[in-house]
């Protein structure tokens, strides 16, 4: 735990001026995306173990690079509206937006905006994973990776993060929209 009583972070680097960190639940979360991932490969994708572990591993950099892309997408919307991110937290196999502790109170059109900024750019991302996967998906080793590439953007990042979880822009959405 950290001195506020939350999870112990540990800080990466920055990346466009955001602090990216990672919390201990992030290890687990990664050998259960390398095991879905690679367990997709071996099952449905009928690839050898040995390539359905390197896939899975392929798979977890490329989901971790997509959670990035996603909450640089709210990063650009924040500062657009005026009250940038400062940080990116990693948990589990996803990422939380971080503001600054002392931000103060803002309008309920703000946090909508922040919080569309996500999907935004994971749309963008889904439709360049989508290209990709039909020129490349012709090469039987990359076939299988550039779709659930795809796919992932797709159904986690983009339409995903519209479902009201508790933890997603989708509950965001449902609890600023209705005050707007």
Not at 128 to 156: K, P, S
Request: net charge positive; hydrophobic share 55%.
């Amino acid at each position: 735990m950290d001195s506020a009583g939350g999870p112990r972070t540990v800080g990466v680097g920055r990346v466009l001026g955001l602090e990216i960190s990672f919390v201990p639940s992030v290890a687990g979360g990664a050998l259960l995306a390398v095991a879905l991932f690679g367990a997709a490969g071996y099952l449905v994708f009928h690839r050898s173990l040995r390539a359905a572990i390197a896939g899975g591993l392929a798979l977890l950099v490329l989901h971790m690079a997509s959670e990035l892309f996603h909450n640089l997408g709210h990063a650009t919307a924040a500062r657009a509206a005026g009250h940038p991110m400062i940080g990116v937290r990693f948990w589990g196999p996803l990422a939380t937006s971080v503001y600054p502790h002392d931000e103060p109170e803002l309008a309920p059109a703000v946090h909508v905006r922040r919080a569309l900024g996500g999907p935004a750019g994971s749309a963008v991302l889904t439709v360049v994973a989508g290209i990709l996967w039909l020129l490349l998906g012709g090469v039987h080793t990359v076939n299988w990776i550039l779709l659930l590439f795809f796919l992932d953007n797709l159904l986690v990042f983009t339409l995903g993060a519209f479902l009201p979880l508790g933890f997603t822009d989708g509950s965001t959405l449902l609890r600023y929209a209705r005050r707007s």
